[in-house]
């Protein structure tokens, strides 16, 4: 089958770095995706790894090992209103569907 | 700015009625989807549409069917409604592409039923 592991929960205090991991199994491999989702929100684009290495984007970066199936989601200089829900998602073929992870629910203490 | 519509954001309704979910976005995608989210399971793909007219099953088709009649529309249908279809429902869309595939995502309808 196809899964994605993530933590279901993560705590860190404001100012703190945190770093959210993703592990895949998926028969085909495009990319992987992060997405945030607030509380009574819609689910929003962070980030996307095609190839090996690390994407930075302001205080988010994503990093991606293909050959190790991994990636994580990197959140430096915490906010409160960083406290959210945050998914990766895995495309599997050149179509568009996205297989996601169950999300991780990251809670930013003062 | 995209933008992804879903009619209501809260809707009730009895176990046996048939309801239609619908969704509307404005950017020309050619990809459209339905998700239900429950806690603890994520995002879980009922349906999508890659053009009109066009549909394929996602990870848990059953109790539902979907109609993409215009480029822009896509509706999610629950034919007898049952509680265990109490959940949130997701719709996206996104373009073809090998690039990003970034997914736009309505604000949600929370659907209950009792």
């Known amino acids: 089958g196809q899964s994605l592991e993530q933590p279901s929960e993560v705590t860190a205090v404001e100012g703190a770095i945190v770093q959210i991991n993703c592990t895949y199994q998926t028969s085909g491999f495009y990319g992987l995706s992060w997405y945030q989702q607030h509380d009574g929100g819609a689910p929003t684009f962070l980030s996307y790894n095609a190839l090996d290495g690390l994407e930075e984007t302001g205080r988010f970066s994503s990093f991606l090992s293909r050959s190790d199936s991994y990636g994580y989601l990197l959140l430096q200089e915490l906010q409160m209103k960083d406290s959210a829900s945050y998914f990766c998602a895995v495309r599997g073929n050149q179509g568009g569907k996205l297989i996601f992870g169950q999300g991780t629910e990251l809670s930013v203490k003062p | 700015d995209v933008k992804v519509t879903q009619s209501s954001r809260y809707l009730v309704k009895r176990t046996g009625e048939k309801v239609f979910l619908e969704c509307v976005q404005d950017m020309d995608h050619e990809n459209m989807f339905w998700y239900r989210q429950d806690p603890g399971l994520g995002l879980r793909l009922i349906y999508f549409?890659?053009?009109?007219?066009?549909?394929e099953k996602g990870d848990i088709p059953e109790g539902y069917s979907v109609s993409r009649e215009k480029k822009e529309r896509f509706s999610l249908i629950l034919e007898s409604a049952s509680t265990n279809q109490t959940s949130m429902y997701l719709c996206a869309s996104s373009f073809v592409s090998l690039a990003k595939n970034i997914q736009y995502f309505g604000a949600g309808t929370r659907l209950s039923v009792l």
């Open positions: 549409s890659y053009d009109v007219k066009m549909k």
